[in-house]
T-cell receptor, first 114, second 113 residues
Framework: NAGVTQTPKFRILKIGQSMTLQCTQD?????MYWYRQDPGMGLKLIYY???????DKGEVPNGYNVSRSTTEDFPLRLELAAPSQTSVYFC?????????????FGQGTRLTVV | GDSVTQMEGPVTLSEEAFLTINCTYT??????LFWYVQYPGEGLQLLLK?????DKGSNKGFEATYRKETTSFHLEKGSVQVSDSAVYFC????????????FGQGTRLTINP
């Protein structure tokens, strides 16, 4: 059981480039989330999805886009990368049937925009 | 809105010392409370949780009690080990709004032998 898998683990982008961070989960969780973690800060929610075909903005969505065509996959797209998007990105998923249970996190993608 | 405030870090202790990391919260609903731990180079893992007032979550020698009257969920451990060195996040989740987790800023803990 792989859990939540994120790729790549590390990436360096130039300003203005674009990329997609991949996230896949094999636990059949309906709820999926993208967070970013900046140094000395907690995790901030970028986007989330409650099921295939349904996405919504979180706290810090500007500069990002998401899609959810399947239950398993929840890619995060960065268009026109900016230095302010340098961060560690975490994908997470959760069982929709039990609201007080834990979310499972991927190992993160460390992105640097130069 | 919902928020979590954690004790400022970093925290440095000697092995076998007593640990407390303070956490208070503000929530419009009736939240579940969590402590997550992040070891170097890894993602977040659930350490413990509590889902209602006066519940005590425990795991690996760590404990935290859900105190509704003080809106707190402080993390404690009686005798820390070098292997406990990590970043600890307090978080809450409410049933509304897709059960999103709201995190505190994290507390970096270093244990010296």
């Amino acid at each position: 059981n792989a859990g939540v898998t994120q790729t790549p683990k590390f990436r360096i982008l130039k300003i203005g480039q674009s990329m997609t961070l991949q996230c896949t989960q094999d636990m059949n969780h309906n709820y999926m989330y993208w967070y970013r973690q900046d140094p000395g800060m907690g995790l901030k929610l970028i986007y989330y999805s409650v099921g295939a075909g349904i996405t919504d903005k979180g706290e810090v969505p500007n500069g990002y886009n998401v899609s959810r065509s399947t239950t398993e996959d929840f890619p995060l797209r960065l268009e026109l990368a900016a230095p302010s998007q340098t961060s560690v990105y975490f994908c997470a998923s959760k069982n929709v049937q039990a609201w007080n249970t834990e979310a499972f996190f991927g190992q993160g993608t460390r992105l640097t925009v130069v | 809105g919902d928020s979590v405030t954690q004790m400022e870090g970093p925290v440095t202790l000697s092995e076998e010392a007593f640990l407390t990391i303070n956490c208070t919260y503000t929530a419009t609903g009736y939240p579940s409370l969590f402590w997550y731990v992040q070891y170097p180079g890894e993602g977040l893992q659930l350490l413990l949780k509590a889902t209602k007032a006066d519940d005590k979550g425990s795991n690996k020698g760590f404990e935290a009690t859900y105190r509704k009257e003080t809106t707190s969920f402080h993390l404690e451990k009686g005798s820390v080990q070098v292997s406990d060195s990590a970043v600890y996040f307090c978080a809450l989740s409410v049933i509304q709004g897709a059960q999103k987790l709201v995190f505190g800023q994290g507390t970096r803990l270093t244990i010296n032998p």
